[in-house]
């Protein structure tokens, strides 16, 4: 079984600034290996969760047109982490964001973290 551990949420005002992080462990397949993909979703209430950004293992990312600019993705330091450094928070922001990572067998999620900005 294969977890992502996301950290990092909280409450921060309008123009603030938070970083996510996402690790990951377990039975990745193959045994030993590197995630090809992780990234980050993210669920508003009432809505339906949305992509925010993705990172390939060749280090091509696909941003969300709504965070351009202000959300940068990165492999973290340690094998198997990504993290979101989210600048210029808007309110529309809010949301719960996932951590997201696919290895040959299937995709994985994590349980997610609440991002709150005030206005």
């Avoid at 941003?63 to 979101?84: D, E, H, P, Q, Y």
């Avoid at 949301?95 to 299937?106: E, I, N, S």
């Amino acid at each position: 079984q294969v977890q992502l551990v996301e950290s990092g949420g909280g409450l921060v005002q309008r123009g603030g600034s938070l970083r996510l992080s996402c690790a990951g462990s377990g039975s990745i397949f193959p045994p030993g290996s590197t995630f090809p993909l992780m990234g980050w979703y993210r669920q508003a209430p009432g809505k339906q969760r949305e992509l925010v950004a993705t990172l390939r293992y060749d280090g091509t990312t696909n941003i969300a047109a709504s965070v351009k600019g202000r959300f940068t993705i990165s492999r973290g330091n340690a094998k198997n982490t990504v993290t979101l450094q989210m600048n210029s928070l808007k309110p529309e922001d809010t949301a719960v964001y996932y951590c997201h990572a696919v290895d040959l067998r299937t995709d994985h999620w994590g349980q997610g973290t609440q991002v709150t900005v005030s206005s």
